[in-house]
């Protein structure tokens, strides 16, 4: 029970080298740069991730738990500022104020010790460490237990949850979808009580304007979903929570194949009633990379895996990382016949999948993701682009001891074509100990990098990443 310091070696994966936490904040525009960043890249390159400051039990630390940091760079004319903050909501506040812990985390939850919550606090953290999303010209951090917190853009300043004028009564996903055509922003939440899952959608103003119970049988971690211009996808796949099982001494997120899999498909302003259910392969999704209306069918695309290792965040022992490392997959969902035709798009390990957000809810050609290393949980070596006209899979891998994060594409100024852009991304060369930010086309991203940030400080890996354009 302790503070966590800040780089120091930790018998916990997730605290332990380029995953330990950092303590300072910075911002500087003193940094070297190799190569030139393109005058045509304007707008700010956003990470979130886990970054502890004080944990219950660093043997029990899981690194969902991590105190939210964000690190982002704002590119203006050539030219790269760094800054990094903590996201500072109620919680993070309480812990700094009393200088140790008081939320002890989800794997620490059946401990007997006496909780350190004052009366009126939240249970739980609003951690805000998991993504991004930008809509009505408000950048939001998010957790998906919790509200979407707003975050102020260059200064990122934590301005704290909404619940949308008391419209938000349920969890909010980390992955919401932004349909730019038409201006709205789709979202959901999942809870260990009935109903297990709730939908809303927000209009163009920022307005919370619909929301509808979705019935499922059992209380599920429902990462992601999907949306086209027409239909919002759930995804009722088996990884189940179970707080019984918890006690019990088991896990409270599992693998359970036994129950299937199977996709919901309702009209975007649909009620429960309104779900078609489609059955399925079983298997996992953590994330999605986009869907789409083709005709009579509706395409998903996404990483799939045979199996998933929430729990253990794939650093389990036994754990068969080819089984629960993820990879492209297809599924047509034909509503008039209802058959569903799936199929793998790509061999290459992948997680972390993006495409261009501009296109997002409608039909794309092109998929990026994050390359897995087969070898080492949660570690990417690479980014990949797939070509859904070619059926071709390209890849650019960092080099030996060299990992990344996710990839986030960024439109260049003036562009018109889907993959008129730049990949973004931080990579970490552990035998160095030396942090990046790497620029790469997007037109051919197996030429490396056009330009390398070397980074004034180190990065920790983190979770997703986000991009918000400036003209």
């Given at each position: 029970?302790?503070t966590?310091?800040a ?5 916990n994966?997730f605290?332990d080298g380029?995953?330990s936490?950092?303590?300072e904040e910075r911002?500087?525009e003193?940094?070297l740069?190799?190569g030139?960043?393109?005058?045509d890249?304007?707008?700010?390159f ?8 004080h944990?219950?039990s660093?043997?029990a ?14 590119f203006?004319g050539?030219?790269?500022?760094y ?8 919680g ?8 140790d812990w ?24 609003n ?9 009505n ?8 237990p919790?509200?979407?917190?707003i975050?102020?853009l ?5 301005q704290?949850?909404?619940d949308f004028?008391g419209k938000?009564?349920?969890?909010f996903?980390a992955?919401p ?5 038409s ?5 959901y ?12 959608v927000?209009?163009q103003h ?7 119970p ?6 599920i971690f ?9 239909y ?9 929570l ?12 599992d ?8 996709i919901?498909v309702?009209?975007?302003?649909g009620?429960d009633?309104d779900v ?12 999605t990379?986009?869907a789409?209306?083709e ?11 045979n199996?998933a290792?929430?729990a253990?965040?794939?650093t389990?022992e ?9 990879r ?7 509503l008039?016949?209802g058959?569903?035709?799936e199929?793998?798009?790509s ?10 957000d ?10 990026y993701?994050?390359?897995?290393n ?8 690479g ?19 060299r990992?990344?994060?996710?990839a ?9 074509l889907?993959d008129?852009?730049?990949?973004v ?8 100990n ?14 490396g990098?056009v ?14 990443a ?6």
């Amino acid at each position: 029970m302790a503070t966590v310091h800040a780089g120091a070696p930790s018998t916990n994966f997730f605290l332990d080298g380029n995953f330990s936490p950092v303590a300072e904040e910075r911002d500087t525009e003193e940094m070297l740069i190799v190569g030139a960043i393109p005058e045509d890249l304007k707008g700010h390159f956003l990470r979130v991730g886990p970054n502890p400051v004080h944990v219950f039990s660093e043997e029990a630390y899981h690194t969902f738990d991590g105190d939210g940091m964000i690190h982002a760079i704002e590119f203006r004319g050539g030219k790269a500022r760094y800054r990094n903050r903590f996201i500072e909501n109620e919680g993070f506040e309480l812990e700094q104020e009393r200088g140790d812990w008081v939320y002890k985390g989800m794997k620490s939850l059946m401990d007997p010790t006496p909780s350190r919550i004052p009366e009126g606090a939240p249970s739980s953290k609003n951690l805000a460490n998991t993504a991004f999303t930008y809509h009505n010209n408000t950048l939001y951090a998010l957790h998906e237990p919790s509200q979407p917190t707003i975050i102020s853009l260059p200064d990122l300043d934590t301005q704290g949850p909404t619940d949308f004028d008391g419209k938000l009564t349920h969890p909010f996903t980390a992955h919401p979808k932004i349909d730019k055509k038409s201006g709205e922003m789709i979202a959901y939440g999942y809870s260990f009580q009935a109903p297990f899952v709730s939908y809303s959608v927000i209009d163009q103003h920022g307005d919370l304007v619909h929301t509808t119970p979705i019935t499922i049988p059992r209380s599920i971690f429902m990462h992601d979903f999907a949306v086209t211009e027409k239909y919002t996808l759930f995804l009722d796949f088996p990884i189940t929570l179970d707080v019984g099982r918890a006690i019990a001494g088991g896990p409270a997120v599992d693998f359970e194949p036994q129950y299937g899999s199977r996709i919901g498909v309702m009209p975007r302003f649909g009620s429960d009633e309104d779900v078609r259910w489609f059955d399925v392969e079983t298997g996992v999704v953590i994330h999605t990379a986009n869907a789409w209306d083709e005709g009579d069918e509706v395409v998903l695309q996404a990483s799939r895996s045979n199996t998933a290792d929430i729990a253990g965040a794939g650093t389990s022992e036994g754990n068969n990382l080819q089984e629960n490392q993820g990879r492209l997959h297809e599924w047509r969902i034909n509503l008039k016949t209802g058959a569903v035709i799936e199929r793998s798009l790509s061999d290459t390990p992948c997680d972390f999948t993006r495409v261009n957000d501009d296109y997002a809810c409608h039909k794309t050609r092109y998929v990026y993701a994050g390359i897995f290393n087969t070898e080492r949980a949660f570690t990417f070596d690479g980014v990949m682009k797939y070509d859904n006209q070619s059926g071709i899979t390209s890849e650019y891998i960092y080099g030996p001891n060299r990992h990344g994060g996710e990839a986030v594409f960024a439109p260049r100024v003036g562009g018109d074509l889907e993959d008129d852009g730049y990949l973004v991304c931080f990579v970490h060369d552990e035998a160095e100990n030396q942090s990046e930010c790497q620029i790469i086309d997007a037109r051919d991203i197996s030429a490396g990098p056009v330009a390398t940030i070397i980074m004034p400080c180190r990065v920790p890996y983190g979770f997703h990443a986000g991009w918000v354009g400036t003209e």
